[in-house]
């Protein structure tokens, strides 16, 4: 997840892409759904317990790497300086960059959830009272256009949770690339990416003891009954998430327990025992590998910190 999960995730869509993203998805011979769609206000509230269960080390492990070096992070910040946070969430991991900054321009959160963008705006109002918050609903993997009166000021991104690990490494560079244009003129992005690691340990991050994260994914089939009156028999569906080795990625699925015909509106899908809906990708990097895919973004990686145990990075991307 986004990391898919520390995702605060892709864009919560309309019911008409809703639709028509399932119903492409579900007609390919290898089923898949996209990730943006587990996080309606069910999804969003699982992967926040998510963030918090044993298993699942990213959230933890960054909100560690923050709170050890965020005024490192944060030189050169002043009163001009505009925070833009790509895939905000609840923007617990901004308020610890927050709370070390002397003075900041605006905080500009974008995110899928207006609910999650609201709650966020309700709590920083609390804490931070003085603060500038322009909240933006929109997709922030499509072209962000920012208030007009900070398009010019200096910007600091902000992108934590390894969510570019939700993307293949092809769209993440132009993912990449699209966040250096919205941020410049001199453009610079603290983004958090997970590193390779035992797959045993990536594997049960994604497939914790408590069913949490299975409740996460099949509640993508929930929302497909919910919204688009769809048939899904939940019970005849788990989770599962395996290692690729060859991609360098967790992948997550939805497994079909029988051979059952599955109705979302009109339509209908046959599925064979065993067959998958493929539901998401967590793609993982060493700290080579991402310096190399943020260059060819137009990036230099000029400082990294990590933790003591090698498990997760966060970078400081420039723009020369």
């Known amino acids: 997840m986004a990391e898919a999960r520390e995702r605060a995730a892709p864009f919560q869509a309309p019911g008409d892409d809703f639709a028509a993203a399932v119903l492409s998805g579900l007609s390919r011979p290898h089923k898949s759904l996209p990730c943006r769609f587990l996080y309606d206000a069910v999804g969003s509230a699982l992967f926040e317990e998510i963030t918090g269960l044993p298993e699942y080390y990213p959230t933890r492990t960054e909100i560690g790497i923050l709170e050890a070096h965020a005024p490192e992070m944060l030189q050169g910040v ?57 909240l933006i609903a929109a997709d922030f993997s499509a072209p962000i256009a920012l208030p007009a009166d900070v398009a010019q000021r200096r910007k600091l991104g902000f992108f934590p949770g390894s969510t570019i690990g939700n993307f293949p490494p092809m769209e993440a560079t132009r993912l990449l690339a699209a966040m250096r244009e919205t941020l410049s003129p001199d453009a610079r992005l603290v983004i958090g990416v997970d590193l390779k690691k035992d797959p045993r340990r990536l594997v049960r991050a994604y497939d914790d003891a408590a069913g949490v994260t299975a409740a996460f994914n099949l ?102």
């Open 78 to 134: 002043g009163d001009e300086t505009v925070l833009v946070e790509f895939g905000s969430g609840s923007s617990v991991k901004t308020e610890i960059l927050l709370g070390a900054v002397g003075g900041l321009g605006a905080y500009i959160p974008i995110d899928i959830s207006q609910s999650a963008l609201a709650d966020a705006q309700a709590r920083l109002r609390v804490r931070f009272p003085k603060l500038d918050v322009r």
């Open 219 to 320: 509640n993508l089939l929930a929302r497909i009954n919910r919204e688009l009156a769809g048939g899904f028999d939940l019970d005849a569906f788990r989770h599962a998430a395996t290692y690729n080795p060859v991609d360098g990625r967790v992948e997550m699925h939805l497994v079909s327990l029988k051979d059952q015909l599955v109705s979302v509106g009109e339509a209908q899908f046959r599925f064979r025992a065993g067959e998958t809906i493929h539901t998401e990708n967590a793609y993982k990097y060493s700290i080579p590998q991402f310096r190399e895919m943020a260059q060819s973004a137009g990036w230099t990686s000029r400082r990294v910190w990590s933790d003591g145990s090698g498990l997760f990075s966060v970078h400081e991307l420039v723009a020369p």
